[in-house]
C-alpha cells in the first residue's frame, strides 16, 4: 500500500488516530476525548486556538461553542471563508475545574503546552499554510515555542525559524468576557483588523503564486 502524502485528508486522519490515544500529559483522564483539528490539507491558513471548551470536549470538535460561533463572524467580516481554513488548538483536551455540574476552563501550563506541541508541528507538517494565526497566549506559545505578551506582538507577522510566518492575536473567548458592550464592539473590531492582516498576506500569496 502506498503511503498516504503528508499533506493528505489520509495522513491527517491517521495523526487524528494517533491522538486520540495521546498520554503526553495527564489533562487526557479528565477530559472526554481528543479533540483534533479539522479543514482542509493543504489549507493556506491555520488559526489555532488555546484549547478545547466545554462544547467541544463533548463534541470532539474544534471551535462549535459561542466562542466559535464569534470567530465564524470576525472570519465572514474579514473576507476569509472558514471553510479554507484549518483550525486546532495547541492543546488538544480540555483542562477545567468541576464547580457543581459546571466545568470551569482552565487555563494549561507550560509543561502541557509543551507536552502537546508535537502534534501541532504534524498538523502543520501536513497542513502546510502560507501562515498561522495564534489566538491567545497559549496558542503563541505553542506556536512561538516561548511565552509570548499578546500585545507586544498582536497583529503583524513573525517570521517563523523554520521560513513560514505567524500573527497573534486574542481569543474570541476573550471577546465573549468583556462585560460593558462598546468594549466589546471595540476589540472585535480590533480582532477583525488582526484578521484583515492574515486576508491580505494570504491575497499576496495568491498572487505571487
Same mark, same amino acid.
Given at each position: 500500500?502506498?503511503?498516504?502524502?503528508?499533506?493528505?485528508? *489520509? &495522513?491527517?486522519?491517521? +495523526?487524528?488516530?494517533?491522538?486520540?490515544?495521546?498520554?503526553?500529559?495527564?489533562?487526557?483522564?479528565?477530559?472526554?476525548?481528543?479533540?483534533?483539528? *479539522?479543514?482542509?490539507?493543504?489549507?493556506?491558513?491555520?488559526?489555532?486556538?488555546?484549547?478545547?471548551?466545554? @462544547? *467541544?470536549?463533548?463534541?470532539?470538535? %474544534?471551535?462549535?461553542? %459561542?466562542?466559535g460561533?464569534?470567530?465564524?463572524?470576525?472570519? @465572514?467580516?474579514?473576507?476569509?471563508?472558514?471553510?479554507? !481554513?484549518?483550525?486546532?488548538?495547541? !492543546?488538544? &483536551?480540555?483542562?477545567?475545574v468541576?464547580?457543581?455540574?459546571?466545568?470551569? &476552563?482552565?487555563?494549561?501550563?507550560?509543561?502541557?503546552?509543551?507536552?502537546?506541541?508535537?502534534?501541532?508541528?504534524?498538523?502543520?507538517?501536513?497542513v @502546510?499554510?502560507?501562515? =498561522? =494565526?495564534?489566538?491567545?497566549?497559549?496558542?503563541?506559545?505553542? !506556536?512561538?515555542?516561548?511565552?509570548?505578551?499578546?500585545?507586544?506582538?498582536?497583529?503583524? +507577522?513573525?517570521? $517563523?525559524?523554520?521560513?513560514?510566518?505567524?500573527l !497573534?492575536?486574542?481569543h474570541?473567548?476573550?471577546l465573549?468576557?468583556?462585560?460593558?458592550?462598546?468594549?466589546?464592539?471595540?476589540?472585535?473590531?480590533?480582532?477583525?483588523?488582526?484578521?484583515?492582516?492574515?486576508?491580505?498576506? $494570504?491575497?499576496?500569496?495568491?498572487?505571487?503564486?
Open positions: 500500500m502506498t503511503p498516504a502524502r503528508s499533506d493528505s485528508p *489520509e &495522513h491527517l486522519a491517521a +495523526l487524528r488516530a494517533a491522538a486520540a490515544e495521546c498520554r503526553a500529559c495527564p489533562l487526557w483522564k479528565n477530559a472526554t476525548q481528543t479533540v483534533f483539528g *479539522e479543514g482542509p490539507a493543504p489549507a493556506p491558513l491555520m488559526l489555532v486556538g488555546e484549547q478545547p471548551g466545554d @462544547k *467541544e470536549d463533548l463534541a470532539g470538535r %474544534p471551535f462549535v461553542g %459561542p466562542a460561533q464569534m470567530l465564524d463572524r470576525a472570519l @465572514k467580516d474579514a473576507g476569509i471563508e472558514r471553510k479554507t !481554513v484549518y483550525v486546532t488548538n495547541a !492543546v488538544k &483536551h480540555f483542562k477545567f468541576p464547580r457543581g455540574k459546571i466545568r470551569l &476552563h482552565q487555563k494549561p501550563n507550560s509543561a502541557e503546552i509543551t507536552a502537546c506541541r508535537p502534534w501541532y508541528a504534524r498538523e502543520r507538517a501536513a @502546510k499554510p502560507v501562515l =498561522v =494565526v495564534a489566538m491567545g497566549a497559549t496558542a503563541a506559545q505553542g !506556536v512561538l515555542g516561548r511565552i509570548t505578551p499578546i500585545n507586544k506582538t498582536r497583529g503583524r +507577522l513573525i517570521d $517563523l525559524d523554520d521560513g513560514g510566518e505567524a !497573534v492575536t486574542v474570541p473567548s476573550y465573549l468576557r468583556l462585560p460593558d458592550q462598546g468594549a466589546r464592539a471595540r476589540e472585535y473590531q480590533r480582532f477583525v483588523a488582526d484578521l484583515k492582516v492574515a486576508a491580505a498576506r $494570504l491575497r499576496r500569496h495568491a498572487d505571487a503564486a
